[in-house]
């Protein structure tokens, strides 16, 4: 292709498919994280006794711990989720619309 002006790129049929699955792809994880962060809020503001309750007679941690520990644990997971997607998906299909213009 021989039209290298932005209007071309962005007209460009491989682009935007590019564009629309970086789309969804980030809108499902931040939905994802949004929820499961301010589901953990929610908890917090609705349901402190839960998260006070011991995890075993005599222990000294509460539920809430291991549920803040997953909560972070889940966020970098996604963020995995995604470079990973990034790598293996987004970066080559980048590169070939990339070298179809030149660049």
């Known amino acids: 292709m021989s039209d290298k ?8 049929p491989e682009f935007k498919e590019l564009a629309r699955q970086k789309d969804k792809v980030s809108l499902i994880l931040t939905i994802t994280e949004l ?4 589901g953990f809020i929610a908890l917090i503001a609705y349901n402190k006794p839960f ?9 000294a941690i509460t539920i809430g711990i291991p549920i803040a520990v997953g ?3 889940l966020s970098w997971v996604l963020t995995g989720i995604y470079i990973f997607w990034a790598n293996s998906v987004y970066d080559e299909k980048v590169k070939r619309i990339k070298k179809r213009f030149g660049g």
């Open 5 to 12: 002006t932005p209007h071309a790129i962005l007209e460009d």
């Open 35 to 38: 929820v499961l962060y301010f």
């Open 51 to 59: 998260l006070a309750s011991k995890l075993a007679e005599g222990s």
């Open 71 to 73: 909560v972070i644990i």
